[in-house]
């Protein structure tokens, strides 16, 4: 189950990471740091979705 979790935490944190970018950007952030920041963000709540997808597939 580990490289599942891995795998699909990779795939999920990537797209949520480019759904936050875009997000940011529609909403006139301009700067930087903060697109960085959501990128960030949407990577880093993509593992807790990873982990529920692959026990949810387990």
């Not at 990471?17 to 952030?29: C, D, K, P, R, S």
């Amino acid at each position: 189950m580990r490289r599942l979790v891995l795998f699909l935490g990779s795939m999920i944190g990537a797209t949520l990471a480019f759904v936050f970018v875009v997000v940011a950007l529609v909403a006139g952030v301009k700067g930087l740091w903060p697109l960085l920041g959501a990128a960030l963000a949407g990577y880093l709540s993509g593992w807790p979705a990873a982990l529920l997808v692959a026990r949810r597939m387990r």
